[in-house]
C-alpha cells in the first residue's frame, strides 16, 4: 500500500557565518492512510522543523537542502509556491502550539473560517457559513452559531486551540501536522484537546504528524512513533513497541528518565549530559559521548535505521542483528 | 509539628485589577480585585518537602512569592522559623531570615543576567550579606558551589550564553545555596527543561537535600513530577488549598473531586488502556471566580450548597480536603488511576 | 466605548491646559518686549507708560488669569510688535499653513504607506531597496536643506516653479484659497514637497518595518498554513494588523508637519503662522508667541483624538474590553 | 605578556559577531569612514584647514566670492572657493563641523542621560511618579522636538541680556535640543526595565536581598542600554541636523563661530546670484555626516537584533 506522507532523505540546512549547520540530516519515513505518527524529541532535535518542511513554510534562512517529500506518491517539495499553498489547507492542515497567537485577533472567528473554507472549496457565502458553524459545532464550542461573530480575544485558550483544530479541518485534509498543539495548554484543557483531535482525525479518516516532547501524549495517541534526536531519527516503531521495549539507548535513557506515579525509585535512571547544540554534533552517532553502550564504532561510523526486534533504531547494537543491513554502513 | 521551618496562617494577596477609575463609574462598577492567594494556610517540617500543584492561574506561584519576600501579603501572616516576617520592619531585620529562604526559578533563559559572568552570579549572595571577605576567599567558595551542582570551576569564568538549560538551572541552584539557606522554594524548577535533563536536576535536588538537610517548597503542575520528589502534598484551585495530604494517601486516596480531575488527566504512560472520565470545562476566570465551592461549576457532584456556601479545609480520610460532598460522605470511592 | 472617549478628551483638555498655563506662566518672565518696541535709547517714562498701555505693571497672577481667560475666547490681545489683534493676525495667516500642511500630509500618506507596504512584501527587490536609500536620504536630509536643493534645482536652474510667495488667492471671506488658482497651485508644489519628503520617508519606514513584524506572527503563519492566497495574507490579514500601531505613529507624524511647516514656511517666504511665529520669537512678541503655542497644541490634540478613535475602530479588542463586563481571557 | 592579552582581546573582538557583521557590510564600513574622516577633520581643524576663517587679520574683502579652484576665477588657496567676507569655504566648513558635531554630541549625552535616568526610576518605581513622569512626557511629545528646542532657545534667549547670549549660545543649544529629547529615551527605557523588572534574574537579586538601587545600577541599566545605543546613534544625527535648523532659523550660535547650518543659511542669500559654492559644501558635508551617522545607526540596529543574526 501506498503511504500518505512520505518522507525520504530530508536535509535541513542552516546557513551561518560559520558554516551550513543541518538542523535535520537525512531523516525518512512515512506515514500512512489515516495513521497518527508521534514524532518526540527534545528541543532542538529537529521535530518542528522537519514539521515546517512538510507544510512548506521553512522559516528562512532554514532551507530544505536534499530529499523528497511525497503526498501519495508525487513530490510536493519541489512544487512552486502557488501550487503548494494550493496543497496547504486542502490536502495538509496544520495545528501550531499557542492558540493565543494563532488567530488574527482583528477578525472574527467566524470569518476567519468562511475565508479559509472558500479557498479551497467551491462553495458560496451561504454554505461556507453553513459549514463553518458546523465545523465549530464539531469541535465543541457551545453555542456555535452565537459565537460565530465572535473575536479571538473573548474566548479562552482551550476554546481557541479548538477554533484552530476546526480551521485546519475545515477543508478536510488527508494529513494534519499538529506541532505541540497542547503545550501551551492547562493540563486538564491538554486531555480535552488530544481527545478532541483524536476523536475527530478517527471519525475522517485523516492522518495525523503530531509532533510533542511529551511521551505522554504520544502514548495515548499514536499509533507509530519516531524518536528524533540532534536532527536524525534515532528509532522508530509501533507505539507500544517504542514505549514498552525501546532499542535504541537514547529512547531507553529517555524512558527510564520519565517519573511516574507509583514508582519507588529514590532517584530516576538519568542520561549524562545534554543533546548537543547544532554546530557541535560529534562524528559518528550523535549520542555516543552520552551513551552507556558505546563502542569504538559509534565514534566513527554513523549508523542508519537498522532493524531492532519490533522497530528500528540507528544504533550499531542492532548490527549484529541483521548483518545485512549492517555491511552497508 | 514543633519544627515547622515555614508556617503560612490564612494568607491572603490581592491584586487591584480594576478599570481607570473614569470608566469605573461610568459603567457604575466597583473596583475590581484579583484573589491570587485567598486563604491559604498550611506549614513545611524541616527536612521535608512540601509539593503545591495546581494549573496555571490558580496562585501556587504567588505562594511562592509571598514566602520569599517578592509580594507582601494583603492579610495573614508568613512564619520563618517561628518568626513573623511582617513583624520585621526594616529591610536590615529581614535580611538574616531572608537569606535563610532562597528560590530557584521556573526559566532558566531569563533567571540569570545575561551580561554576569557565572562566577559573579554567584558570588552575589555572598558579597551581598558579606558572608565570605576576600575575593580569593570568594573564588574559592563559588568553585565549591559550582563542583556541587556538578560543574566545573572553569564555567564560572564564561557567560550564562554558554550553557545549556540544564546547566543554567545548576548556576541558579548554585547561586541559591551560595547565602547557605536552609529552605529552598522550587518554582517549577524542571518545567522548562527536556525530560532527560529533568530527571538530572531532580536528582541533583534530592541529593542536595539530603547532604544539606534542606527543605523544600516544591511547585509544579506535573503530578508525576510531584509524586517523585514530595512528602506532602497541597492541591490548589483558584486561589485556595482544595486538598492537603501526605504523598502516599493523595496519590492512593485522593478525596476532592479536583484532585481525581488532575489524576486522570495524568498520560497514561504504561498504556493500560484505562478508560477515563470525561473533563469539563476550564479553569474559569480568576477575578471572578464561581461563587461557593470555585470549582462546583466543573463537579459532578456539585450541588445547591456547593454553589453558595464555601467548604472549608476539614480533616477527611486521613487527607485535609476542602469539600462539601466529601464531609456529606456522597462521594464515591475513588477507582485509582495509576 | 464612552468612558473611553471622555477620558480621552479629559486628557487632551490636560494638555490644553497645560501648555496654555506654561505659555501664561513664562512669558510674563521672558525677555522685555518693551526693548524690542522702543530701541535701546528709550526715556523711562516713555516706558512706564508704555508698560502701563500693554498691561505688564499689573501683578503676575493678574497678568495670568487675564492671558487664560481671554485665550479661552480664542482672544490673545495685542501683538506688541505690529499693534493689531493676535486673532485678526492669526486668521489671516492660518489658511496659508493649513493648506500647506493638508497638501503636504496627502502626500506623505498617499505615497509614504503603499511605498512602505510594497518596500517590506518585496523585501530584496531593485525598487524596495531604492526605497530605502532614498528614505535614508530624506530622513538625513534637513528639511531646510531640501527646500534650498529644491529651488536650486527646480527654481534657479530650471525656472519651473517659483521660490517664494503663496502667489495669487481668492478671498472667500473667511478663508484666503490658494488652491482655487493655477498659480497658487504653482506656488505650493516646492513647499510642499519639501515638507512632505522628510514626513514621507518616516511614514514608509515606519510602515515597512511594522509590516515585517507583523509578517513573522503567528497568525501570519497560521493563514498560510491554511492555505490563503498571499493576497488574502498580505493584504487581508498582514496590512490591516500594521494599522494598528502605524495610526498612532502616524497621526504624530501629520501633527508634526505644522512644526516642520515654520522652518518650510521660512525658507519659501510663505504667508503662514510658523514665518509669523519666527518672527514672533526673535521680537520677543509675546502674545503671538503663546497664541501659536496653544493653536499647535491644539491641532496635537485633535489629530490625537482622531487617531485614538480610528485606532477603536479597527481594534476589536478595544472595543470588547471597556464598556461592558467582558472577559479577558 | 601585556601585549599577548591586548592581542587576544583584539582578536576575540575581531572575531565578535559584531565585528563580523560590520566588515561584512560595505554600507557600515563606508559609513564609518566618512564619519571617522569627518569627526577627525573638525577634531584637527586648526591644524587641518588652510586658513582659520575667525582669524580677522587673514580675511581680505579682495578674496570674496571665490569660485572653487576648478572653476575659472578660482585661486588653489581656496579649494572650495571663498564666501562673501573671503573665507575660505572649506576651512569654514572644517570649523563649522566642529560646532555641529560638538554641539550634537553633547546635546545627545545630555538627552540620553536624562532620559535613562527618568525612564529607569519611572520602570522601576511604577505608581504616581511614573504617572507623573510620562504624562509629562506625553504632553511634551505632543510638541514636535524641534519646536520645543525652538521655544526653550528662545525663551533663555529673550531672558538673557544681549552681551552674554553669545556665550552661553552653545549651552543653550545643548540645553534646549537635549530637553527636547529625552522624552524617547525615557519612554524606551521605561518599557525595557518594566519587562526587566519581571525578568527572574532581577526578582533572584530581590531575593537574595540585593538593595534595589544596586539591582537598577547593576542589573538593569546594563540589559536596557543596547536599544539606548541604537536609538543614541540615530539621534545623534537628529541633533545635529536639529542645531543646523536652529541656526539655519537664525536662533542657533551666533554667527561670529558659525556652525554648518550657520554657514548654510548664510550662503543660502547667495544662491539667486550664483554663487552656489557658499551654501553647497556646507550643505553637502552635513548631508554626508547625517546620512553617514543614520547609515551606522541602521547597521548597529540590524547588527544588535537577536532576530535577525
Redesign the interface.
Known amino acids: 500500500m501506498k503511504p500518505l506522507l512520505e518522507l525520504r532523505h530530508i536535509r535541513i540546512e542552516l546557513p551561518t557565518r560559520r558554516g551550513t549547520l543541518l538542523a535535520v540530516d537525512d531523516v525518512s519515513f512515512t506515514i500512512g492512510e489515516g495513521e497518527v505518527l508521534g514524532v518526540v524529541g527534545e528541543s532542538g532535535a529537529g521535530k518542528s522543523i522537519t514539521a515546517a518542511a512538510i507544510i512548506g513554510l521553512l522559516e528562512p534562512p532554514l532551507r530544505l537542502a536534499g530529499g523528497e517529500i511525497l503526498l501519495d506518491g508525487a513530490r510536493i517539495d519541489n512544487l512552486p509556491p502557488d501550487a503548494f499553498r494550493r496543497i496547504r489547507g486542502k490536502q495538509i492542515g496544520a495545528i501550531f502550539q499557542d492558540p493565543l497567537t494563532s488567530l488574527n485577533p482583528l477578525y472574527t472567528i467566524g470569518r476567519q473560517l468562511v475565508e479559509t473554507i472558500r479557498t479551497h472549496l467551491p462553495l458560496g457565502d451561504k454554505a461556507a457559513t453553513a459549514r463553518a458553524v458546523e465545523l465549530l459545532q464539531e469541535v465543541g464550542i457551545p453555542g456555535a452559531a452565537e459565537r460565530f461573530n465572535a473575536y479571538p480575544h473573548q474566548f479562552s485558550g482551550g476554546m481557541r486551540q479548538r477554533v484552530v483544530i476546526a480551521l485546519a479541518l475545515a477543508a478536510n485534509p488527508r494529513l494534519i501536522v499538529a506541532d505541540e498543539p497542547t503545550t501551551a495548554l492547562d493540563v486538564s484543557t491538554q486531555a480535552q484537546i488530544i481527545a478532541l483531535l483524536k476523536r475527530l482525525c478517527r471519525d475522517h479518516g485523516t492522518a495525523v504528524m503530531l509532533v510533542t516532547h511529551d511521551m505522554g501524549v504520544i502514548a495515548e495517541t499514536a499509533d507509530r512513533v519516531a524518536v528524533m534526536y540532534a536532527g536524525r531519527v534515532a528509532e522508530i516503531g509501533p507505539v507500544r513497541q517504542v514505549v514498552k521495549h525501546p532499542q535504541h539507548p537514547y529512547t531507553v535513557g529517555l524512558m527510564g528518565s520519565i517519573p511516574s506515579i507509583g514508582d519507588t525509585l529514590e532517584r530516576l535512571p538519568q542520561i549524562d549530559g545534554a543533546m548537543p547544540r547544532l554546530g557541535s554534533i560529534p562524528p559518528g552517532c550523535a549520542f555516543n559521548p552520552r551513551c552507556p553502550k558505546v563502542m569504538e564504532r559509534c565514534r566513527v561510523d554513523r549508523p542508519d535505521l537498522l532493524k531492532a526486534h519490533a522497530t528500528e533504531a540507528a544504533c550499531w547494537l542492532h548490527a549484529s542483528i541483521s548483518p545485512g543491513e549492517a555491511a552497508r554502513g | 509539628m514543633a519544627d515547622a521551618v515555614l508556617r503560612l496562617n490564612d494568607v491572603r494577596r490581592l491584586f487591584d485589577v480594576s ?2 477609575w ?2 469605573r ?3 457604575g ?1 466597583g473596583p475590581r480585585m484579583l484573589k491570587a492567594v485567598d486563604g491559604v494556610t498550611f506549614e513545611i517540617a524541616r527536612g521535608e518537602t512540601f509539593a503545591l500543584v495546581g ?2 492561574g490558580c496562585g501556587k506561584s504567588t505562594v511562592a ?1 509571598l514566602v ?3 509580594y507582601e501579603p494583603s492579610s495573614g501572616s508568613i512564619e520563618i522559623d517561628g518568626t513573623d516576617i511582617a513583624s520585621l520592619k526594616t ?1 536590615k531585620a529581614q ?1 538574616p531570615v ?2 535563610r ?3 530557584v ?3 532558566p533563559y ?6 554576569w559572568r557565572v562566577k559573579d552570579i554567584i558570588a ?2 555572598i558579597r ?2 558579606g558572608l565570605i571577605r576576600g575575593e580569593a576567599a570568594i573564588r574559592a567558595r563559588v568553585d565549591e558551589l559550582l563542583r556541587q551542582v556538578s560543574l566545573t570551576p572553569a564555567d564560572g569564568d564564561k557567560y550564562p550564553h554558554a550553557f ?4 543554567r538551572q545548576r548556576i ?1 541552584i548554585a ?1 541559591a545555596l551560595a ?1 547557605e539557606p536552609e529552605f529552598l522554594v522550587l518554582d517549577e524548577p524542571t518545567s522548562a527543561l ?7 536536576i ?2 541533583l535536588m ?1 541529593d542536595l537535600q539530603r547532604r544539606l538537610g534542606l527543605t523544600y517548597l516544591f511547585i509544579s ?5 510531584i ?2 520528589v514530595s512528602d506532602k502534598v497541597g492541591v490548589m484551585y483558584l486561589g485556595r488549598l482544595v486538598e492537603v495530604a501526605a504523598k502516599a494517601d493523595l ?1 492512593a486516596r485522593p478525596q476532592h473531586p479536583y484532585t481525581r ?11 493500560t488502556g484505562r478508560e ?1 472520565v ?2 469539563r470545562g ?2 474559569p ?1 480568576p ?1 471572578d471566580p464561581p461563587s461557593g465551592c470555585a470549582f462546583h461549576p466543573r463537579c459532578p457532584f456539585a450541588n445547591e450548597r456547593c454553589k453558595t456556601e464555601r467548604p472549608s479545609l476539614l480533616a477527611a480520610g486521613g487527607n485535609m480536603v476542602a469539600c462539601h460532598a466529601v464531609q456529606e460522605g456522597r462521594l464515591p470511592p475513588w477507582g485509582g ?2 | 466605548m464612552l468612558a473611553f472617549i471622555l477620558r480621552r478628551i479629559f486628557q487632551a483638555a490636560v494638555v490644553l491646559v497645560a501648555v496654555a498655563s506654561i505659555a501664561g506662566l513664562l512669558f510674563p518672565y521672558v525677555g522685555d518686549p518693551i526693548g524690542c518696541l522702543l530701541g535701546q535709547d528709550a526715556r523711562p517714562d516713555q516706558i512706564r507708560e508704555l508698560r502701563g498701555a500693554l498691561g505688564l505693571d499689573r501683578p503676575f497672577y493678574v497678568q495670568f488669569w487675564h492671558f487664560l481667560s481671554n485665550a479661552v475666547q480664542g482672544e490673545f490681545g495685542l501683538s506688541l510688535r505690529q499693534g493689531a489683534k493676535v486673532s485678526r493676525l492669526i486668521g489671516e495667516r492660518l489658511p496659508a499653513t493649513l493648506e500647506l500642511s493638508f497638501v503636504a500630509a496627502i502626500l506623505a500618506l498617499g505615497a509614504g504607506i503603499p511605498m512602505g507596504v510594497y518596500a517590506a512584501l518585496r523585501r530584496g527587490s531593485f525598487l524596495s531597496q531604492l526605497f530605502m536609500t532614498l528614505s535614508l536620504l530624506g530622513v538625513s536630509l534637513p528639511v531646510f536643506l531640501i527646500g534650498i536643493l529644491l529651488i536650486l534645482v527646480f527654481s534657479v536652474t530650471l525656472g519651473w516653479f517659483p521660490s517664494f510667495g503663496r502667489g495669487q488667492t481668492v478671498d472667500l471671506g473667511w478663508w484666503t484659497s490658494g488652491l482655487l488658482t493655477r498659480d497658487g497651485w504653482h506656488h505650493i508644489v516646492l513647499p510642499a514637497l519639501t515638507l512632505a519628503i522628510f514626513q514621507l520617508t518616516l511614514i514608509l519606514r515606519l510602515v515597512r518595518s511594522e509590516m515585517l513584524e507583523v509578517l513573522r506572527t503567528d497568525y501570519i503563519k497560521f493563514a498560510r498554513a491554511r492555505g490563503l492566497t498571499n493576497r488574502a495574507v498580505h493584504f487581508g490579514h498582514a496590512l490591516k494588523n500594521t494599522l494598528v500601531p502605524v495610526i498612532t505613529i502616524t497621526g504624530v507624524q501629520v501633527g508634526s508637519i505644522i512644526a516642520f511647516a515654520v522652518i518650510t514656511e521660512t525658507v519659501f517666504q510663505w504667508p503662514g503662522m510658523g514665518l509669523m511665529f519666527i518672527q514672533a520669537v526673535s521680537y520677543a512678541d509675546i502674545p503671538v508667541m503663546s497664541a501659536y503655542l496653544v493653536l499647535v497644541a491644539l491641532f496635537f490634540v485633535i489629530i490625537s483624538l482622531v487617531v485614538d478613535l480610528l485606532y477603536y475602530l479597527v481594534d476589536p479588542r478595544l472595543r470588547m474590553q471597556r464598556g461592558g463586563g467582558g472577559h479577558g481571557r | 605578556m601585556a601585549v599577548d592579552v591586548r592581542a587576544g582581546v583584539v582578536r576575540r573582538a575581531w572575531d565578535t559577531d559584531l565585528a563580523y557583521s560590520f566588515r561584512n557590510s560595505p554600507v557600515a564600513v563606508i559609513s564609518a569612514i566618512v564619519t571617522l574622516v569627518l569627526i577627525l577633520g573638525s577634531l584637527f581643524a586648526p591644524w587641518v584647514a588652510p586658513h582659520n576663517p575667525f582669524d580677522l587679520s587673514t580675511i581680505s574683502l579682495i578674496d570674496a566670492f571665490d569660485p572653487p579652484q576648478w572653476i575659472e576665477g578660482g585661486s588653489p588657496d581656496f579649494p572650495l572657493g571663498t564666501d562673501e567676507q573671503g573665507r575660505d569655504v572649506l576651512s569654514a566648513i572644517l570649523f563649522g563641523g566642529r560646532i555641529s558635531l560638538g554641539v550634537g554630541l553633547f546635546s545627545t549625552i545630555f538627552a540620553v542621560v536624562l532620559g535613562v535616568t527618568a525612564g529607569l526610576i519611572a520602570g522601576w518605581r511604577g505608581g504616581v511618579i511614573d504617572a507623573f513622569i510620562m504624562r509629562v512626557a506625553d504632553v511634551q511629545l505632543s510638541f514636535p522636538a524641534i519646536l520645543v528646542a525652538l521655544l526653550i532657545d528662545g525663551i533663555v534667549r529673550s531672558t538673557l541680556p544681549h552681551d552674554e547670549q553669545d556665550q552661553i549660545a552653545m549651552l543653550v543649544l545643548v540645553g534646549s535640543i537635549g530637553l527636547s529629547g529625552w522624552v524617547q529615551f525615557a519612554r524606551l527605557v521605561r518599557g525595557s526595565t518594566l519587562v526587566e523588572r519581571n525578568k527572574e534574574y532581577v526578582q533572584a537579586a530581590r531575593v537574595i536581598g540585593v538593595h534595589p538601587i544596586r539591582i537598577v545600577v547593576t542589573h538593569v541599566l546594563p540589559n536596557v542600554l543596547t536599544p539606548v545605543l541604537v536609538v543614541a546613534t540615530i539621534y545623534f544625527a537628529f541633533a545635529i541636523i536639529t542645531e543646523a535648523t536652529l541656526s539655519f532659523l537664525g536662533v542657533g550660535v551666533p554667527p561670529t563661530e558659525p556652525s554648518l547650518g550657520t554657514l548654510i543659511r548664510v550662503g543660502n542669500g547667495y544662491l539667486f546670484s550664483g554663487e552656489w559654492w557658499i551654501t553647497v559644501f556646507p550643505a553637502v558635508t552635513l548631508a554626508a555626516l547625517v546620512l553617514s551617522v543614520n547609515l551606522l545607526g541602521d547597521w548597529v540596529r540590524d547588527a544588535l537584533n537577536p532576530r535577525l543574526q
Request: aromatic share 4%; hydrophobic share 45%; net charge positive.
Open positions: 478599570a481607570p473614569l470608566a463609574i461610568l459603567s462598577t494549573e496555571s512569592r520569599v519576600g517578592l529591610r535580611a531572608r537569606r529562604v532562597q528560590m526559578f521556573q526559566d531569563a533567571s540569570l543576567n545575561p551580561r552575589e549572595p551581598t550579606h545549556s538549560g540544564g546547566q541558579s547561586r547565602s527536556d525530560v532527560s535533563v529533568q530527571a538530572q531532580l536528582n534530592k503542575h506535573n503530578l508525576a513530577v509524586y517523585h496519590f480531575l488532575l489524576l486522570d488527566t495524568v498520560p497514561d504512560l504504561a498504556m477515563r470525561a473533563v476550564e479553569v476566570n477575578i488511576a495509576a
